[in-house]
């Protein structure tokens, strides 16, 4: 099987199943899953292409937002009511679909 390629707009991201299989909680997230950030990181990151950071206070703990892109390192890119931010996957709890 070739290797596996996710679109989050014109960025394809490259998976390998290895990838997948080690860690079942990052292959679950994928891009436009409903998720909630479980706690306030003490600093938000934008996902600009020149980041920049911001108080935490534009993003409540329990808020939910939609996955817009996955990156490198565990990191996620958030859509929430006020912005597109960066943050670890520890940080999210995955939604059920409704």
Same mark, same amino acid.
């Given at each position: 099987?070739?290797?596996?390629?996710?679109?989050?707009?014109?960025?394809?991201?490259?998976?390998?199943?290895?990838?997948?299989?080690?860690?079942?909680?990052?292959?679950?997230?994928?891009?436009?899953? !409903?998720? !909630?950030?479980?706690?306030?990181?003490?600093?938000?990151?934008?996902?600009?292409?020149m980041p920049m950071? !911001?108080?935490?206070?534009?993003?409540?703990?329990?808020?939910?937002?939609?996955?817009?892109?996955? !990156?490198?390192?565990?990191?996620?890119?958030?859509?929430?009511?006020?912005?597109?931010?960066l943050l670890e996957r520890r940080q999210?709890?995955?939604?059920?679909?409704?």
């Amino acid at each position: 099987m070739g290797p596996i390629l996710q679109e989050s707009g014109s960025i394809a991201t490259r998976l390998s199943p290895t990838a997948m299989t080690d860690a079942p909680e990052s292959a679950a997230l994928l891009v436009g899953a !409903r998720v !909630r950030l479980l706690q306030a990181p003490p600093y938000l990151k934008t996902a600009d292409p020149m980041p920049m950071l !911001r108080p935490p206070d534009l993003v409540d703990a329990g808020e939910e937002g939609d996955v817009v892109g996955l !990156r490198a390192g565990e990191q996620v890119a958030v859509r929430f009511r006020r912005g597109v931010f960066l943050l670890e996957r520890r940080q999210l709890e995955l939604l059920e679909p409704a």
